[in-house]
């Protein structure tokens, strides 16, 4: 068999979800957007509502009746794009708390749904979603009739801890709700590592609830093996893959994998990543294929079965600097042609 396998560890998932309840003494959400970062809504969320999350988080509304589907009655559904035009069923069906992102969206909103529950985006300086200071006052005291479920923003620098834009967002943010009777949200991962100022109601983490940074005491929870299809002895000035671009100094032994860009292992990282074999780093060697991967193995004290891109040895962040990205990217872009396997359930 050539398929790759990704195994993904609920209990680890759980336990970092527990963590960075424990860091704080308000509620802890769980955001599962994107499919739970790549990482399985289906499994993933009902892992961390039996673990007691109540408040989940998505960027769509079809996100979000795909969640209500998986999760039943109960847990709260809030949805960071708001009330978009079209989403007025979706929302009613699923009972969605759409946060609302402007005053176009307040009107949508109580047009189309005059009881429906809703949420508050403000913007606090990303300038990414959310009701700028102007917009908000004048809507503040309409949406206050009729209480939000919560008023939340987002820290654009929260994995920097010195970096003085947290500390304007947050006055900006206790400016913008000063007074205010509603449940209050601020903080995503980063923010939560912040410390209690930032922590006010609810939480919001996603990343460190799968194992990425900032969240540095994080368990891993995402693990990719990936099976060698191939060896090969090399002699001094062959070359591997596409372009010729990496040529044997020396006798070399070569393994070829089963995995490629087509699976999310982005082709720039090859001239700076790594897979492990047992206790073994090895390079990768050449170009990235769509499906095949080539890899020195030339140290190995016997060829391996397999080898493994993430897991203990190689954490998702890891692999992203060898890319030039961020553990996020790594694991929205792992794609859907592995194997998966849920442990620890
Ligand atoms: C994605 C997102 C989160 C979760 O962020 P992490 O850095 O993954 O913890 C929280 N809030 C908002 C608004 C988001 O877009």
Redesign the pocket.
Known sequence: MSQSELSIDLAALVSNWRALNALTDCETGA?V?ADA?GLGADRVAPALAAAGARCF?V?LAEEGAALRRILGDGPDICV?SGHMAGDAALIRDADLVPMINSIDQMSRHVEALPDARFGV?LDTGMNR?GMEPAEWTALREVVLNQPPVLV?S?LAC?DEPDHPMNAQQLQSFLEMTDGIDAPRSLS???GTLLGRDYHFDLT?????VYGGLPFIEAQPVARLTIPVIQTRELTPGETVGYGNTWMAEAPARIATIAAGYADGIIRAMAPDAYVWAGEHKCKIVGRISMDLIGVDISHLPEDPDTVELLGVHQSVDTLADAAGTIG?EILTSLGNRYARRYVGG
């Open positions: 955001v957007k970062y988080f960027a960071f985006q979603l939340m987002h929260s995503a991962t980063g919001r983490p996603g990343i460190g996020y």
